[in-house]
Nanobody, 118 residues
Framework: QVQVVESGGGLVQAGGSLRLSCAVS????????ISWYRQSPGKQREFVAT????????GYAESVKGRFTISRDNDKNTVYLEMNNLKREDTAVYSC???????????WGQGTQVTVSS
């Protein structure tokens, strides 16, 4: 019933920008924090950004601070990750997760590929 669908990935040159979307359905979107993670071949999955239900007090990995912006539109049940000044090391599969409330599971999307070329 719960669906988490990422979109917006693609190929972009270094220094360029890309906006990812995470559309969520089947859950009370406005009560869940949403996070982005990424994973590239040979690397562990790493945290990228998170946004609480209110949209305030967002958090970012140090590697993306100042370049990425996470936001949410609770009316559209969608979270966005705007990525600017992309670097080759940003290449990864980006996945969106709906963080479960206490006693409830997390819900993950399938991910969307972001490839940054130099």
């Amino acid at each position: 019933q719960v669906q988490v669908v990422e979109s917006g990935g693609g190929l972009v040159q270094a220094g360029g920008s890309l906006r990812l979307s995470c559309a969520v359905s089947g859950i009370t979107f406005g009560v869940n924090a949403i996070s982005w993670y990424r994973q590239s071949p040979g690397k562990q999955r790493e945290f990228v950004a998170t946004i609480p239900p209110s949209g305030r007090n967002v958090g970012y990995a140090e590697s993306v601070k100042g370049r990425f912006t996470i936001s949410r539109d609770n009316d559209k049940n969608t979270v966005y990750l705007e990525m600017n000044n992309l670097k080759r090391e940003d290449t990864a599969v980006y996945s969106c997760v709906v963080v479960g409330t206490t006693g409830r599971p997390d819900f993950w999307g399938q991910g969307t590929q972001v490839t940054v070329s130099s």
